[in-house]
């Protein structure tokens, strides 16, 4: 298959012709697609190089949490996979198209620019997957695990829908952040502008509306609308880590994912233990607990292979 073929249909710039010709050639062999998905990766790491690209070509930009050398760390770990489908009538074959999936690894972020210019910024162990580009239908979709901060473009005609394990969020041009987890059923979405409806799957009727300032959680199973006292907690696209009156344990959750390494509390005495603090992902997770080791009474050491640390 012509790589200015495939690169084309990346870009969602190819024919219809083209799209159909890429789909049937992938389909006729495991070999094809597997060359399909090697060229797909080659074409994403293209996209990272420095320089613009242009069209519905999309802009990736990693923030490195040390250096240049996680930026290539993190551009061999991200996993970008393409399927595609086809959708048939009994009269005519409706245009095809390429979805796109991006797996976020441990201790990385990833900010991408969508072909509608809605910018996404995904943090550590966070997956979205999203089409080439929008087509004509009535709305604009995509779907979430782990947490993304979204600043979606405006389109009336074209609501934006952000789809997770169990909820939807529903908007026109807005600002928010969202947090699913499947592991542990948590789920939120914190409004900073705009407007959003957050609406359960399988239960349409059982839906809320946000106003700016204001954030949707599962309490006991059920959505329940909060203040937004402090925006603190959604810096994390800027590399900083914020916690205010968190327990210990909880804590040391979220350094696993964002320093990728595994954390043993043994102390028992720190399970009730509440921290507050702000620091930059670049000060390392050594140097933050030893400023919390002043209020916190413990001791720590790493693995000899630093894979874990353990926390006396």
């Not at 048939?88 to 072909?115: C, D, F, W, Y």
């Not at 779907?143 to 979606?152: P, T």
């Not at 789809?163 to 600002?175: A, F, M």
Request: hydrophobic letters at 40%.
């Amino acid at each position: 298959m012509d790589k200015e073929v495939l690169h084309r249909f990346f870009m969602g710039t190819a024919s219809f012709e083209e799209e159909e010709a890429v789909c049937d050639w992938a389909e006729a062999s495991p070999v094809n697609h597997e060359e399909l998905i090697k060229e797909r990766k080659c074409f994403d790491m293209m996209l990272m190089h420095p320089v613009k690209e242009t069209g519905n070509a999309k802009r990736f930009s990693f923030n490195s949490f040390a250096g240049n050398f996680l930026k290539i760390a993190a551009a061999i770990a991200l996993v970008v996979s393409v399927s595609f489908y086809i959708l048939n009538s009994s009269i005519h074959k409706e245009p095809l198209v390429a979805m796109n999936r991006i797996e976020v690894p441990p201790g990385q972020r990833v900010n991408i620019t969508l072909s509608d210019g809605t910018n996404i910024w995904l943090n550590a162990c966070s997956e979205l997957v999203y089409p080439n580009s929008f087509g004509e239908e009535g709305f604009r979709k995509v779907k979430l695990k782990g947490e993304a901060y979204f600043n979606v473009s405006k389109d009336i005609e074209h609501p934006f829908i952000v789809e997770t394990s169990q909820y939807d969020i529903k908007v026109l041009g807005t600002t928010f952040n969202v947090k699913s987890d499947c592991s542990d059923d948590s789920f939120s979405t914190a409004l900073i502008e705009g407007s959003v409806e957050v609406s359960e799957r399988n239960a349409g009727h059982n839906k809320v509306r946000l106003s700016p300032m204001q954030m949707v959680r599962l309490k006991a199973g059920k959505m329940t609308i909060d203040s937004i006292t402090n925006t603190d907690n959604y810096l994390w696209t800027k590399g900083l880590i914020c916690f205010e009156n968190i327990e210990f344990p909880e804590l040391m959750k979220r350094f696993e994912n964002i320093y990728d390494i595994q954390i043993n509390i043994h102390n028992t005495k720190l399970h009730k233990y509440k921290c507050s603090g702000k620091c930059r992902v670049s000060d390392g997770i050594d140097f933050i607990l030893q400023v919390l080791q002043r209020n916190g009474n413990f001791t720590f050491k790493r693995s000899e292979d630093n894979a874990v640390i353990y926390i006396n």
